[in-house]
Every structure is written in structure tokens, then in C-alpha cells.
């Protein structure tokens, strides 16, 4: 299992899908979560949380969180990616905080909620006030109804935690397993055993998988040329890039590309009100 870190956080996007099992991750974006169909199991930091349908959750920038979905059922999910730099009124607090139960349950969701997670779901050319001011509303709400505490108590001090966050800042460089150690005052042989045993693979394997979420991302939602993406996501060249890429999706990042067919579509807002 793979720890990956997404770059989320170019403005207000959606997907409404089936969920899947997803390894732990995190990215600066803020994250609302609503289970429409089923459920789901959602885990943040340490905790475990059971999701029903009609349950919401937003997990807060760079907090680890994964996925897990059993059973048989019909299960669909809202996930909304918003950009913390959109809302300055509440930036502090998205950096410095996180919900101390992420999840709200159905019955104390507000209507409003609702209506907001779904018009962003649904939208695909709307107002970009508009667009704001609904994921303004989402946030207005939570920061009301749901007590916060200090990210530090949400597994920073953990081992794992901090791996993950030091590959997120620094998988675009030439990283290695010493100089990770060094800088988290730990042994390489540690690191290593925690990498094994925790994700199942090599320190090597982990960053490359962490490079390689973020090439998907920019494959599928820029016209960045692949050298570029290549480069901007930390591998030394092109050949070891496509070799490591067709190694997991079975295809070269070109053809990777041109079966997605078009680049996807989200709404993105800056932090002016406007579309870019």
C-alpha cells in the first residue's frame, strides 16, 4: 500500500463516484466528503470512521486519510477538493487545525450542507461568486458546529505521519533514505524496517509512487508537455520516468494520456472570484 501525496489545490473541483479502497494520503486541498449511496470506512490519522448514506466529512489541508469500502453494497460518494487560499478568513485556522471528529452524521448534517455539496458536485459553467460562496457556506458551517483541535494531536508525532509529509514536500528533489533520516533524526535502518513492514515496499518504491499520483494528476488536467511533467515531479529523466510509469499502469504516460481522451473538467476559481 502506497502513501501518496495529491496536489489538489488549484480552486473548487468534484467528483461524484463509486468509492474505492484509498491508501493513505494527503494534499493541501481541504476535502468534503459525502456519501450519497452505501458506505464507506474513512480513516484520519490513527481513527477509524463509519460513514452511512447521507453522512459528511471534511478533512482539513495535509492531514494523512485513507479509505476503505467492504462489503457488497451500492456505494457512491461526493468528493469536493477546495483550495484553502479561496477563504483567507479561515486560513489559519485550516493550517493550524482539524476536526475533532471529522465526521458529521446524517442527521445533524444542515440542510444547507446538502444543497451546497450537490450544486458543486453538479455544477460545470457556474458563477464563480456563486460557486465561492457555496463552498464559503460548507466551511461557515463546520467552523460553527464542529469543535477543532490542534493537528499536532491529529498523529503528527507518529513515525509515519512524518515520512509522508517530508516525501510530500520534497519528492520533486533528489531525495534519499539517509538524508529523510538525518532530517527526522532516525536511523536509515528504522525508516527502512517502517517502510517494509508499513507499506510493503522500499523507500525507492514509495517515493516513485508518490511521483508517479502526482503525473496522473498532471497528465490528466494540464497540457503540460510529459519532459515537463517528468521533471516537475522529481525523476532525473524521461527513461526512467516511462520505464517506472509503465511499470504500474502497464502503458506509456503518452498513450496513458491519449486513452484519457480529454483533459478533465473541474471549476476553478482564484482567489479573486474569477475563473482561470
Given amino acids: 500500500m502506497l502513501l501518496v501525496y495529491e496536489n489538489r489545490n488549484t480552486g473548487v473541483s468534484a467528483e461524484w463516484k463509486k468509492p474505492v479502497h484509498v491508501p493513505p494520503h494527503l494534499?493541501?486541498?481541504?476535502?468534503?466528503?459525502?456519501?450519497?449511496?452505501?458506505?464507506?470506512?474513512?480513516?484520519?490519522?490513527?481513527?477509524?470512521?463509519?460513514?452511512?448514506?447521507?453522512?459528511?466529512?471534511?478533512?482539513?489541508?495535509?492531514?494523512?486519510?485513507?479509505?476503505?469500502?467492504?462489503?457488497?453494497?451500492?456505494?457512491?460518494?461526493?468528493?469536493?477538493?477546495?483550495?484553502?487560499?479561496?477563504?483567507?478568513?479561515?486560513?489559519?485556522?485550516?493550517?493550524?487545525?482539524?476536526?475533532?471528529?471529522?465526521?458529521?452524521?446524517?442527521?445533524?448534517?444542515h440542510p444547507d450542507v446538502v444543497n451546497a455539496i450537490k450544486y458543486l458536485a453538479e455544477i460545470t459553467d457556474g458563477n464563480p461568486m456563486l460557486i465561492k460562496a457555496y463552498a464559503q457556506m460548507i466551511l461557515a458551517h463546520v467552523f460553527t458546529t464542529m469543535p477543532l483541535i490542534n493537528k499536532s494531536a491529529v498523529g503528527r508525532d507518529d513515525?509515519?505521519?512524518?515520512?509522508?509529509?517530508?516525501?510530500?514536500?520534497?519528492?520533486?528533489?533528489?531525495?534519499?533514505?539517509?538524508?529523510?533520516?538525518?532530517?527526522?533524526?532516525?536511523?536509515?535502518?528504522?525508516?527502512?524496517?517502517?517502510?517494509?513492514k508499513t507499506f510493503h515496499c522500499n523507500f525507492s518504491k514509495y517515493v516513485n509512487g508518490v511521483r508517479l499520483n502526482y503525473a496522473v494528476t498532471a497528465l490528466e488536467n494540464t497540457m503540460d508537455s510529459i519532459t515537463n511533467i517528468c521533471l516537475d515531479c522529481g525523476f532525473e529523466s524521461q527513461r526512467t520516468f516511462n520505464r517506472v510509469f509503465k511499470d504500474r499502469y502497464k502503458i506509456t504516460p503518452r498513450e496513458y494520456r491519449k486513452r484519457r481522451g480529454l483533459i478533465n473538467k473541474s471549476v476553478v476559481v482564484n482567489d479573486r472570484g474569477g475563473k482561470r
Avoid: W
Avoid at 74 to 91: C, E, G, M, R
Avoid at 160 to 177: H, M, Q, T
Fill in 27 to 109: 494534499h493541501e486541498a481541504i476535502e468534503v466528503v459525502y456519501v450519497t449511496d452505501g458506505e464507506i470506512e474513512l480513516g484520519v490519522g490513527q481513527e477509524l470512521f463509519h460513514m452511512d448514506e447521507g453522512d459528511f466529512a471534511i478533512i482539513f489541508p495535509n492531514v494523512i486519510h485513507h479509505y476503505q469500502v467492504f462489503g457488497q453494497k451500492k456505494n457512491k460518494v461526493i468528493y469536493l477538493y477546495l483550495d484553502p487560499k479561496l477563504f483567507p478568513s479561515y486560513y489559519k485556522e485550516l493550517q493550524n487545525y482539524s476536526p475533532e471528529n471529522p465526521v458529521v452524521k446524517k442527521r445533524k448534517v
Fill in 159 to 196: 513515525l509515519i505521519y512524518n515520512a509522508v509529509e517530508y516525501v510530500a514536500k520534497n519528492f520533486r528533489e533528489n531525495i534519499s533514505l539517509e538524508k529523510m533520516a538525518y532530517e527526522l533524526c532516525v536511523s536509515k535502518y528504522v525508516l527502512s524496517r517502517m517502510f517494509a
